[in-house]
């Protein structure tokens, strides 16, 4: 079975990687985002950061919008964290952005860990 987004997703985690090589771990999220868009545009990779994305309940609209850390290829939500470890909280809350947007796959990319980048790849399944 062939991974959905396979190669976009090894796109992004590369561009991840390179950020966390070149400034560690240590600073607030901020940084890193902006360092990723830089690595992200250098690698000219489709991107949009703070992008606000509907909600919807019961295939009703809300009011009220997620605003995504980034969009890549118009189809891959990235939630950037840094923190000591991902934890299940940071999975569900994933989840429910996928679900709640109607997108299929996200990233949970974390630059806090001190031993190497951590990341992982989440699929919702329709």
Do not use: C
């Not at 607030?28 to 985002?33: C, D, S």
Request: no cysteine; hydrophobic share 40%; charged share 30%.
């Amino acid at each position: 079975m062939e991974l959905l987004f396979k190669d976009e997703v090894y796109a992004l985690i590369g561009a991840a990687m390179e950020v966390y090589n070149e400034l560690g771990n240590g600073f607030l999220e901020a940084v890193y985002q902006e360092a990723y868009e830089v690595e992200l545009s250098e690698r000219n990779i489709v991107f949009e950061s703070q992008k606000l994305l509907p909600i919807y309940y019961k295939n009703r609209k809300l009011k009220k919008e997620y605003k995504s850390d980034i969009i890549a290829f118009e189809k891959i939500i990235i939630e950037l964290k840094v923190q000591e470890h991902l934890i299940k909280t940071d999975e569900s809350q994933l989840l429910n952005y996928l679900n709640a947007t109607n997108f299929q796959v996200g990233v949970l990319i974390n630059f806090g860990s001190k031993n190497d980048l951590e990341w992982k790849r989440m699929i919702l399944t329709k």
